[in-house]
C-alpha cells in the first residue's frame, strides 16, 4: 500500500521529470518547433502539479484517502487545483522574493487553466476553428510560447523552492494542516493580496521573466 515515504519519492520523480521535459522543450522552442514546444512546457507543468497533489495528500495524513490518489494523479485539471490551494498554504513559509514568484504563478495559472489546456491541444492536433481546419503551426505563435515557457520555468523555479521545503518539514507541515479549513486559508490569501492581484497583468508578468 502506498505511504508517505512513497509520495515523498514521487515528489522528487515528478521534480525531475519535470526538468527534463522543459530541457526537451527547450531544444524544440530554439529549432523554431514552437507547438511542440508549447506542449512539453506544459506536460512540464503538469508534472510540477503532482508535486502539489502529493503533498496534499500528505498533509492529509490518512491512509483512507489514498484510495482516490491514482485518479487524481491522472487529472491535470484537479493537479493544477490543489497545486494552487497548497501552494498558498506553503506561501508564508516564504522570503519575500520567493513570495512574489509563487504569488505570480498562481495568478497566471488560475486565469488561464482552459486556455492553456486548449493550446496544448492545439499544439498537438489538426483542429477545426472558425469553420476550417488548421495544424499547430497555423494556430501557435512564437509569443505564445514565449509566454508560457517563461511561466513554466518560474514555476519550476519556485517548486523546487516548496519541494526542498516540504520535504524537510512536513512533519510540522502535517500538523498545522490538520487545524486549517483549506478554503478558507485560500480565501483569507486571496482576500489578503488583492491588492496586488489587481495590479498585475497576467501575461505581461510573463513577458517581463
Known amino acids: 500500500m502506498m505511504n508517505i515515504?512513497?509520495?515523498?519519492i514521487g515528489?522528487?520523480?515528478s521534480e525531475q521529470n519535470a526538468l527534463e521535459l522543459i530541457d526537451d522543450a527547450e531544444l524544440m522552442f530554439?529549432?523554431?518547433?514552437?507547438?511542440?514546444?508549447f506542449a512539453l512546457y506544459q506536460l512540464a507543468n503538469e508534472e510540477i502539479g503532482k508535486c502539489s497533489l502529493m503533498q496534499y495528500y500528505i498533509l492529509q495524513n490518512n491512509k483512507d484517502n489514498l484510495a482516490n490518489f491514482l485518479k487524481e494523479f491522472r487529472s491535470h485539471k484537479i493537479k493544477t487545483s490543489y497545486s494552487n490551494g497548497i501552494e498558498m498554504i506553503i506561501y508564508n513559509y516564504l522570503n519575500?522574493?520567493?513570495?512574489?514568484?509563487?504569488?505570480e504563478t498562481i495568478i497566471y495559472n488560475s486565469k488561464?487553466?482552459?486556455k492553456i489546456n486548449n493550446l496544448k491541444n492545439?499544439?498537438?492536433?489538426t483542429s477545426f476553428i472558425e469553420s476550417k481546419f488548421m495544424i499547430p503551426s497555423e494556430i501557435l505563435t512564437k509569443e505564445d510560447v514565449e509566454v508560457h515557457l517563461n511561466y513554466v520555468v518560474l514555476r519550476f523555479n519556485i517548486i523546487k523552492v516548496i519541494n526542498k521545503l516540504f520535504i524537510e518539514n512536513y512533519n510540522v507541515l502535517i500538523n498545522e494542516f490538520s487545524k486549517l479549513n483549506v478554503e478558507e486559508n485560500v480565501l483569507e490569501f486571496l482576500d489578503k493580496e488583492k491588492g496586488i492581484i489587481d495590479t498585475l497583468s497576467y501575461e505581461e508578468?510573463?513577458?517581463?521573466h
Open 30 to 37: 530554439y529549432n523554431g518547433r514552437y507547438p511542440r514546444a
Open 96 to 103: 519575500e522574493s520567493n513570495k512574489k514568484l509563487l504569488l
Open 205 to 208: 508578468v510573463f513577458r517581463k
Open 5 to 8: 515515504n512513497d509520495l515523498l
Open 122 to 125: 492545439y499544439s498537438l492536433y
Open 112 to 114: 488561464n487553466i482552459e
Open 11 to 13: 515528489i522528487k520523480k
